[in-house]
């Protein structure tokens, strides 16, 4: 099964909007993981929030999570052109080496 | 805030041809881990390493794929004989420990490409 499922694959606003991106997943986790890619970059982490948390705050990122649902999103606030990426989820689940599993990812274009 | 480091960050090689793609992980850290990223596709998991031994491995890392930490600094992962599927973004990282709240720390990546 895959894990960490965003949607939606692409979005697009203009700056000073709020971008939302979902992410679903299927088996229980421990954490879920917000990481950003400007293009042909490294990953960058932008938040982790625990299995037993349902929000989460880091300046103009608020994270949510519903485990029953078995879903997060990212919402970023008063959005900036250099905001322009692609974001992944990754979701941190039970394995011996807690390695994480990475969604397909949405790529967020702000326009100035 | 302390980086996880990689060399190259361009690599070309022949197809046949035997790559070692070279990381600094930070330097207080214990786990280790290299997964990739094919153009336009998800991050993938290779492998992890722990204690210099592999603790986890994808279906992706097959014999071809080699990890070492030849001293208490580096972390390499050597391709034998690439493919040209091997093409892709490698990424490195590193966290502290195993405990549920650890973010993973990544490299800025190697771009190989397969000729």
């Known amino acids: 099964s895959q894990q960490g499922e965003e949607d939606p694959q692409a979005l697009s606003i203009q700056e000073g909007e709020n971008a939302t991106m979902n992410c679903s997943y299927k088996?229980?986790?421990?954490?879920l993981q917000w990481y950003r890619q400007n293009s042909g970059r490294g990953l960058v982490h932008l938040i982790l929030?625990?299995?037993?948390?349902r929000e989460k705050h880091s300046g103009r990122l608020r994270v949510t999570l519903d485990t029953s649902k078995k879903s997060s999103s990212l919402l970023i606030t008063a959005s900036r052109a250099a905001d322009t990426a692609s974001y992944f989820c990754?979701?941190?689940?039970?394995?011996?080496?807690?390695?994480?599993?990475f969604g397909s990812g949405t790529q967020l274009t702000v326009l100035p | 805030e302390p980086e996880v480091t990689q060399t190259p960050s361009h690599q070309v090689t022949q197809m046949g041809q035997e790559v070692i793609l070279r990381c600094v992980p930070i330097?207080?850290?214990?786990?280790f881990y290299w997964y990739r990223q094919i153009l336009g596709q998800k991050v993938e998991f290779l492998v992890s390493?722990?204690?210099?031994?592999?603790?986890?491995k994808s279906e992706i890392f097959d014999d071809q794929f080699s990890v070492e930490r030849p001293d208490g600094s580096n972390f390499t992962l050597k391709i034998r004989s690439t493919k040209l599927e091997d093409s892709a973004m490698y990424f490195c990282?590193?966290?502290?420990?195993?405990?549920?709240?650890?973010?993973?720390?990544f490299g800025s990546g190697t771009q190989l490409s397969v000729l």
């Open positions: 990282a590193s966290r502290t420990y195993r405990g549920p709240n650890e973010k993973l720390f």
């Open positions: 088996t229980s986790i421990n954490n």
């Open positions: 929030i625990r299995s037993n948390e």
């Open positions: 990754a979701t941190d689940h039970s394995g011996s080496a807690r390695q994480l599993t």
């Open positions: 330097s207080n850290h214990l786990y």
């Open positions: 390493f722990y204690n210099n031994e592999i603790s986890e």
